[in-house]
């Protein structure tokens, strides 16, 4: 199953996508987080809402996404966590995976457009594979902690280098306002048989910068649930940003290609869709 979230009224709903088109859940499912608590009873909404064919369905001419989800309590994620990213940053691999954060605020959806700051001038894409975690997990072994997935998504961990480095903590860089897509969807775990095996790219204005497997995590999708809820518990709606691998600007040699207004960039996973952003100037 396929879970959006779109604008109506101004406000964020939930929605699935389907063969037939985009279903608003919204009426039954205020938030997406009651859709991931209540996902078998959806199942049996869906067969109704089908089979009504009726005013469940969404103009997809008037379809705004936001965010694929919007009422975690956190968004977590993973730095260096491809080998060949870490040997393009002259970076040993970690022995442990490296966390930060990002806040609601950089969020944002498929297809919208995302601003500059006025003083950035090093801002970078990152490929991710995003995890949307489905039930509260604590100190969950490796071997299990598959089950606590709802599903998976593409995601863009934007970064602004400058700002990124200008301490030792990450998160002025990572954080900014819209700098966190998310989308087109939530694609439910049943169908990625493993998310350690899917291809990932990120290209920007259609010239391709990134293109690796997540088979080349340091530290798989198993290993990251696992150690995080050691320290935390993980609540159903989180989501967990995997890491990027190589080919982000900050690698390149001599002059970077740096993300300007203008540039379209577009975060592609097998299986999970597109996801595609608009540079603007603030």
Known sequence: MKLLTFYKDGKLKPAVSTDKGVLDISGSYPTMIEAIERYEGLNEFLDFALEENSNYYIDQGSLTYGPAIDCMEKILCVGLNYQKHADESNMAAPGHPVLFSKYKNSLSGHGRKVAIPREAGQVDYEAELAIVIGREAKDVREEDALDYVFGY??????????????????????????????????????EIEDPNKLRISCSVNG????????????????????????????????????????????????????????????????????????MVAE
């Open 153 to 190: 998504a593409c995601s863009n961990d934007l970064s602004e280098r400058t700002l990124q480095f200008r301490s030792g903590q990450w998160l002025l860089g990572k954080t900014l306002d819209g700098f966190c897509p998310l989308g087109p969807c939530i694609v439910t775990k049943d």
């Open 207 to 278: 010239e391709v910068r990134q293109d690796s497997n997540t088979n080349d995590m340091i530290f798989n999708c198993e290993q990251i649930i696992s150690y995080t809820s050691k320290y935390m518990t993980l609540k159903p709606g989180d989501v967990i940003l995997t890491g990027t691998p190589e080919g982000v600007a900050l690698g390149y040699e001599g002059e970077k290609p740096w993300l300007t207004e203008g540039d379209e960039v577009k975060v592609e996973i097998e299986r999970l869709g597109t996801l595609v952003t608009h």
